[in-house]
């Protein structure tokens, strides 16, 4: 049976309210799509009822704001901006920062952990001398932190962008699955982070990855994102978006650059106009 307008207009205030995800006026067949298995599995006879619920139970209301985030993700997404972060910023970091400094990366919507697994690999590759990193990975999805924490990853989706030599050298089968290495795993700390709220002091990074997650946001909370995420960003550091995203006529406080074939962002006061940083290809 199909929602009514006021639950969805419930849902719709729901996940603005908690995720800032902004649901336009139509997709009441998508709700309805993520949210019936919900209902089935709850033992509850229509998704409508199941809103009704969620108004007074909040572990459904916090399963309804999880099902209406959209996890869709791949390896090494979009390619260019991951060949820069090899060719381009961390050959820069490299040179920038005293052999110690351990480098601190951010997958700011990691999703199932294809971006942060990938940037793993990456960094295992290029890192030379003894030199340090960790990864910090956050989603504002429960189930997905527990499905990257896991690590385990369907044929299906090893089959989408990950390099065999890669897959060899990093994972396990396991049954039907592959399982990422325990090593690689020990790099990255995943945990449950909403962007949209205020974010908690983290020591600073070097690298940000905040693909393909304001586009569900409204303008003046990419703006706030966006700010937020400089605060913890190095006054020289680099932010990777998505293809379909920008800090343009947005925040200000962010410039942004050529880096190989992607562009970046950078904390304006770091740079000066205009910059090309060309990669070593
Ligand atoms: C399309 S996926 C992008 C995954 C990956 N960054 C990529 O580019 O492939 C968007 C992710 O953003 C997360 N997300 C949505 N709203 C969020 C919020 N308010 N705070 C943190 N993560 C959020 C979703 O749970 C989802 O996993």
Redesign the pocket.
Known sequence: MALTTQEFAFVCGLVRRE???VLEPGKEYLVEARLLPLARRAGIATVGEFVGRAQRERLLAEQIVDAL??????WM?DREPFSAFTDVVLPELAAARPPLHRLRVW?A???SG??PYGLAMLLEDALTGGRQYEIVA????AE?IERAKAGRFSQLEVNRGLPVPLLVKHFQRAGTEWQVSDALRRKITFKR????APLAPMPAFDVV?L???LI?FDLPTKRAVLQSVRRLLRPDGWLFL?AAETTIGIDDGFQRVVAGRASAYRPRASVAAPVNVMGRR
């Open positions: 995720a800032a995800i985030t959209t996890n869709e993700t791949s997404r997958s919507a990691c999703s294809q971006e956050t989603d504002i999805s997905m982070v909403n962007l949209a990855f693909r393909n997650v569900y998505g």
